[in-house]
């Protein structure tokens, strides 16, 4: 990190065993690296973006000189705590503190402390099951708030918990707080025990009921194991009661020893869904003048001529193959001319005559922010999909695009899902959500074990879908993120 740093600040001063050093007092020599980001002063040139130096020379000048301690290490730690609480910019410091004439009757040029102190992060857990919880956990907060080495940062909202455990009886009222403190990690739980005391805690039996229960979780980002205090707190990603509120404080906050973010133990924990996978056409785009043009082009070659664009839907969304031969009774082999024949305006012209839906790119950027792995699992041609995720800007959202295979052998929505299910690594098809806006994505998805919902802006009605057996439907994108966070 950046620092300023001061040194040989020369003062004289009153502190020592003797009683002649107090009442004669000498000479007195600071050194000080002060840890700050200089970054943003360092651009705009403005002094109020830093620290001064020279009001900090001047505070520790003051200090030392209208206190009076027998020892250097008092001195020294009362000035840097005294300087981190009135600098608030200072995250860390360095601080010594030199008695070139300590009188110890032997020539030495220089006697000294040296200490490095600073704020560190701690994120605590709150919980209790006895008497009037919520006010409770506010008088903990509030004596929190209160002590001057502590300022609290975010607090979770207060959730209402089964009692976890088997001991305690009775729901818990628990959540999660931010706190930066100058204390050490023993020092902070020695004042956590005190406040539990002050809220007529007591200590009859583990995991039992507790008026007020205050943990820690992480600090910093330390490892202790003694027999006082585990950090990070040993049973965390076994309990949703800290999970939840921590998540909403601190999703990302990584645990050191389990190598997870708060999120991904939440997630485990809940075993939640967590891969979200997208058919494209009438999902995330709305291809509607592409294909039926190109449907038309193809027909024409067929001596088949269909002007209402609306009365070609039915080409969005199944394989183009079967489209042909279901609707127009065609065998294979000319079915299969056909989709060449489409294929044929589709890639110069067609892919490109479409648009993305409202709120899809929202979407995926929300679901992504929260941890969630996305696909897409579409029936068209696997390069055509990348080329139209690729021309919205939207491609670098998505860990996997599946389509079909030219050669017919992945083509289906089952057989897309199957592809993607390998190559996306899902090993349990109960993490992963497909949505989609036809019943063929409803019954591939149930074919492949997976839930479906269903979106009705596309080409499917809302009928086919619950018909088909989708898990829910939503009539907005933005509407089915929502549902699948719930999940
Ligand atoms: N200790 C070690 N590490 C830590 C740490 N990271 N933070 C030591 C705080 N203390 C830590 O704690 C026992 C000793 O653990 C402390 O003296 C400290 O030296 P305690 O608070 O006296 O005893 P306890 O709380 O009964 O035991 P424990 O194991 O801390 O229980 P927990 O973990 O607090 O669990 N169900 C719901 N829904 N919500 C709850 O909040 N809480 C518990 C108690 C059970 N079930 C619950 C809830
Ligand atoms: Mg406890």
Redesign the pocket.
Known sequence: MDKIIIENLELFANHGVFPEETKLGQKFLINMELYLPTRKAGYSDDLTESVNYGEVSHFVTEFLTTHTYKLIEAAAEQTARAVLLHFPLIQKLKFSIHKPWAPVGLPLSDVAVEIERGWHKVYL?F?S?MGDRRKYIEDAVEELRNLEDCKVGKVSDILE?????G??EG??F?GCLELRTLYTPEEL?EK??AI?AHGNRE?K????S?TI?????FYDDEVISTP????????MAN?L?VLEPLCEIAPYLWHPVLKKTVLQMKQELKGRKDIVLFDLDGTITNSKEGITKCAQYALKAYGIDEPDADKLEFFIGPPLKNTFMEHYGMDEETAVAAVAKYRERYHPTGIFECSLFDGVEDALKSLKRKGYRIGLASSKPEESCRRILEHFHILSYFDEVVGATMDGRIDSKYEVLQETIKRMHIYDTTEAVLIGDTRFDVSGAKEAHMDCIGITYGFGTKEELQEAGAKAICDSIEEAAEYIERL
Do not use: C, K, Q, S
């Open positions: 857990a919980g099951n918990t089964e009692p976890y455990g001991v305690a729901a818990f628990n739980l956590l025990h539990e200590r039996m583990r995991w039992g507790r229960d205050l943990d820690i979780l006082e205090l585990t950090i990070p707190h040993i049973d309990r009661f």
